[in-house]
């Protein structure tokens, strides 16, 4: 089959670059996107050109001009040459699943160095408590989910518990400190803490946010959650905590820090999360009206069990700067990110 200027034949690439004629074996590639490019033409007219970008094994990165219709075609064509290829720029991307409002894709995520996400690989969510069995094999067959890191405490645990697909290794690492938080309320949970506050319920999330920075149990805990992504090896992995917001926000934040992302990436995707959790907040709100009066008092608990601000991760940051000077210091002497061990993430996760 032709495609604007290659070919596909024998589960082959086959296209011209230097005037030799090349065969790229459509098994070795990782990812394949289409790119559409536009410039002011003559009077204001719109000048469209659509490309084929193709990512391999060995991180070499091809583009193919052709009609838009060539690349969805060469890509549904590719796709069933090499079900294991990632297809498409989810850019943070939600994934569309039946029970997982909040799972999210980080392929295509661009870093400052010009480099991606590579997709299929990094997914954030919230607790994998009743997940479908239809969300279990997208996950288990389309991502290729090999480990889960659950951040919450055991209690949280034993009260919702991870449905976790046949083979997926699953890590538990509660970022808050078990012990410390017993001897405060026993059975103490995320949602109880907020629901359950008595003063300014913002003012609550951002000593909670700068605690995640500033209490060193915690730090230990996303120090080890980075040492498993850095050591993780086929398929893709998820981290979670219960909303997937909060814990799992701050983890993700760190994550693309190490990853070069800027802070203005960063913080979009940080905010995505408000419009993932829109239907859930709805859905208990009007549970709520069913059984009691929801009182002002109560709206402002919901939304923040469900919604973030960016004042919370600027808290995070802002506490970052206060403590260490910098990011790149924090994610060295507090993470023990060596820049060969960044270096190590990056050439892992970026292409």
């Given at each position: 089959m032709k495609y604007g200027k290659i070919r596909i034949e024998d589960g082959y690439l086959v296209f011209t670059k230097h005037m030799m004629i090349n065969s790229l074996p459509c098994r070795d590639i990782l990812w394949a996107y289409m790119r559409r490019e536009g410039n002011e033409g003559d009077e204001g007219r719109q000048i469209i050109s659509n490309s084929l970008v193709i990512v391999t094994r060995r991180r070499?990165?091809?583009?193919?001009?052709?009609?838009?219709?060539?690349v969805h075609e060469c890509l549904i064509l590719l796709r069933a040459l090499n079900p294991e290829m990632a297809v498409g720029f989810p850019k943070g991307?939600?994934?569309?699943?039946?029970?997982?409002?909040?799972t999210r894709d980080l392929g295509a995520i661009s870093?400052?160095?010009?480099?991606?996400?590579?997709?299929?690989?990094l997914l954030r969510?919230?607790?994998?408590?009743?997940?479908?069995?239809?969300?279990?094999?997208?996950?288990?067959?389309?991502?290729?989910l090999s480990a889960v890191i659950d951040l919450r405490n055991e209690y949280e645990r034993e009260k919702r518990p991870d449905l976790i697909p046949e083979g997926v290794i699953c890590h538990h690492i509660p970022i808050i400190d078990e012990e410390s938080v017993a001897k405060?309320?026993?059975?103490?949970?995320?949602?109880?803490?907020?629901?359950?506050?008595?003063?300014?319920?913002?003012?609550?999330?951002?000593?909670?946010?700068?605690?995640?920075?500033?209490?060193q149990y915690s730090v230990k805990m996303y120090a080890r959650f980075l040492d498993i992504l850095l050591h993780q090896d086929e398929?893709?992995?998820?981290?979670?905590?219960?909303?997937?917001?909060?814990?799992?926000?701050?983890?993700?934040?760190?994550?693309?820090?190490?990853l070069g992302v800027s802070k203005e990436d960063i913080r979009e995707d940080f905010m995505k999360s408000n419009a993932c959790l829109e239907g859930e907040m709805e859905y208990i709100i009007r549970l709520m009206e069913t059984k009691t009066i929801v009182d002002p008092r109560i709206m402002d608990r919901i939304n923040i069990l469900f919604r973030v601000r960016e004042e919370y991760l600027d808290a995070v940051f802002d506490t970052i700067e206060q403590n260490y000077g910098s990011v790149e210091r924090f994610l060295r002497k507090a993470l023990y990110l060596t820049p060969k061990a960044i270096e190590a993430l990056q050439d892992r996760y970026l292409v």
């Amino acid at each position: 089959m032709k495609y604007g200027k290659i070919r596909i034949e024998d589960g082959y690439l086959v296209f011209t670059k230097h005037m030799m004629i090349n065969s790229l074996p459509c098994r070795d590639i990782l990812w394949a996107y289409m790119r559409r490019e536009g410039n002011e033409g003559d009077e204001g007219r719109q000048i469209i050109s659509n490309s084929l970008v193709i990512v391999t094994r060995r991180r070499k990165r091809y583009k193919f001009e052709m009609t838009e219709k060539e690349v969805h075609e060469c890509l549904i064509l590719l796709r069933a040459l090499n079900p294991e290829m990632a297809v498409g720029f989810p850019k943070g991307g939600r994934i569309t699943l039946q029970s997982l409002p909040n799972t999210r894709d980080l392929g295509a995520i661009s870093a400052k160095d010009g480099r991606h996400i590579l997709p299929r690989k990094l997914l954030r969510s919230g607790q994998l408590y009743h997940m479908s069995l239809a969300d279990q094999e997208v996950l288990r067959n389309e991502y290729h989910l090999s480990a889960v890191i659950d951040l919450r405490n055991e209690y949280e645990r034993e009260k919702r518990p991870d449905l976790i697909p046949e083979g997926v290794i699953c890590h538990h690492i509660p970022i808050i400190d078990e012990e410390s938080v017993a001897k405060e309320k026993k059975n103490w949970n995320a949602v109880d803490a907020v629901l359950n506050f008595e003063g300014d319920p913002d003012e609550f999330m951002i000593r909670q946010y700068q605690n995640l920075i500033t209490d060193q149990y915690s730090v230990k805990m996303y120090a080890r959650f980075l040492d498993i992504l850095l050591h993780q090896d086929e398929g893709a992995i998820l981290w979670h905590c219960s909303t997937g917001k909060d814990r799992t926000g701050v983890g993700t934040a760190l994550l693309l820090c190490a990853l070069g992302v800027s802070k203005e990436d960063i913080r979009e995707d940080f905010m995505k999360s408000n419009a993932c959790l829109e239907g859930e907040m709805e859905y208990i709100i009007r549970l709520m009206e069913t059984k009691t009066i929801v009182d002002p008092r109560i709206m402002d608990r919901i939304n923040i069990l469900f919604r973030v601000r960016e004042e919370y991760l600027d808290a995070v940051f802002d506490t970052i700067e206060q403590n260490y000077g910098s990011v790149e210091r924090f994610l060295r002497k507090a993470l023990y990110l060596t820049p060969k061990a960044i270096e190590a993430l990056q050439d892992r996760y970026l292409v």
